[in-house]
């Protein structure tokens, strides 16, 4: 199975940017889509943002359409979520998530499609 440990997050101004980062280990990363999801106090986790196995597919909520780009870097086993303009709303807990599915990025926009995910990074957004 894939271990995967996210970090990049904190704390930072409305307007402000961050990169969160998802290292995986234990298997090789290329044969996993990737997702990003998010979760606020109180709130369902909500999907953010995926990508397929070799980065040619993505596909994003359109809540952050715009100001969110998803990213890997498969030879260094690493996924990426590079956040701009950065809202008090977009304030919750950040995890990856991965799968073995070959299906396009679309359709792993549903958290119950993942096998594998991250412990979470906070992103804490001041207005």
């Known amino acids: 199975q894939v271990h995967l440990v996210e970090s990049g997050g904190g704390l930072v101004q409305a307007g402000g940017s961050l990169r969160l980062s998802c290292a995986a280990s234990?298997?090789?990363?290329?044969?996993?889509?990737m997702g990003w999801f998010r979760q606020a106090p109180g709130k369902e986790r909500e999907f953010v943002a995926s990508?397929?196995?070799?980065?040619?597919?993505?596909y994003y909520v359109d809540s952050v359409k715009g100001r969110c780009t998803i990213s890997r870097d498969n030879a260094k086993n690493t996924g990426y979520l590079q956040m701009n303009d950065l809202k008090p709303e977009d304030t919750a807990v950040y995890y990856c998530?991965?799968?073995?599915?070959?299906?396009?990025?679309?359709?792993?926009?549903?958290?119950?499609?993942?096998?594998?995910w991250g412990q979470g990074t906070q992103v804490t957004v001041s207005s």
């Open positions: 998530a991965a799968n073995r599915g070959s299906s396009g990025a679309d359709y792993y926009a549903t958290a119950s499609r993942y096998n594998y």
């Open positions: 990508i397929n196995k070799s980065g040619s597919s993505t």
């Open positions: 234990g298997r090789t990363f290329s044969d996993y889509t």
